[in-house]
């Protein structure tokens, strides 16, 4: 694999937002902006007609490289790669297992995107804004985590608190592209597999909330976060909601070829020493997403407080039974 090769995503859902009681006076706005992970390999998708290619061809496997199917979106065959020789499963997973640095990374850029723009130093932005973030997941067909985010500007005490005068959802969304076009992260270098720079990528669907304006109301979007947070991996069809043992445990699994790969190469790549740090064995059940890939880790008065702030009703009871199930 190519040591300077880089994997690009499609990033979280974010949704931009300002206080209650400013509403009449600032554009009140969430915006949502998904993000999956990049592209390892063509899969069949639904839609168009899949990949149709004219000249036909083959790869070097000698599978066809296009398809040319119009998929119903129940067909089994929607997400799996059309040839699994070609899937970059090792670049899948090890995107996946840095999923929370990416993210982390990302909210210190928001913070250091707007401390700039309004000419303050980043350590002195909280005595002037509070940025409350909830974050959950999904994995899509083709197995990749798919973040969403609700993210929210504030004053320093909290929503009913008076804003600085500068607080506003353009801003913050702003700040939100500046942070995401930079986030950069390298993984650590294996013979095996080489280093892979990881990052957000260019694919975004940014949309503010309603206040006062046309966009989701805040029911929607707590029902939107609230379907997330239960959900487990197996509820998509992209791993299991228990942890795996051994390599038979893998091949007894209850999942599409295409994912008991991307199980198999967590076993694998978990057994080198370089990557013991990110525990893949023990992750192999998500595909090498751990934690990060479900719900923001935040422990309950932090999500009540979050919720809170951006006016939302998310029950912290489903993100306990949520938790208890993927250990």
Known sequence: MNLDRAHRVDVPTYRLGEPRSARSRFPYGRTQRPRTA??????????????????????????????GTLHDANDPLVGQPLCTDC????????WHAHAGKLWDRFVIGVRRQL????????????DHAR????????YQKRAAV?????????APAGPNDEPPSWASADRLADAVHGSERRVLVRTPYSPAVGELALRWGVQVDARHLRADRPGPDDHAVAAYLAKYVTKGASETGAGTDRRLTAWDDIDAAPVTDHV????????????????????????????????CAHVSPWSDAQWRRTNTALGLEVSTHGRARHHRRMR
């Not at 899937?87 to 090890?94: E, K, R, S």
């Not at 798919?146 to 504030?154: E, K, P, Q, S, W």
């Not at 076993?267 to 893949?280: D, I, S, T, V």
Request: aromatic share 6%.
């Open 38 to 67: 990049p592209s390892f390999g063509p899969v069949h998708h639904t839609g168009d007609r899949c990949r149709p290619r004219r000249d036909g061809g083959k790869c070097d496997h000698g599978r066809p490289l296009g398809c």
């Open 87 to 94: 899937y970059d499963c090792p670049a899948h997973v090890l």
């Open 115 to 126: 401390a700039s723009a309004v000419g303050l130093v980043q350590s002195r932005l909280s």
């Open 131 to 138: 940025l409350s973030f909830a974050r959950v997941a999904e």
């Open 146 to 154: 798919h973040v969403h985010a609700v993210v929210r500007l504030d």
């Open 260 to 291: 008991r790969a991307l199980m198999h190469t967590c076993w694998r790549l978990g057994g080198l020493p370089e990557y013991a740090p990110l525990h893949l064995r023990a992750w192999a059940h998500t595909l090498g997403a751990g934690a």
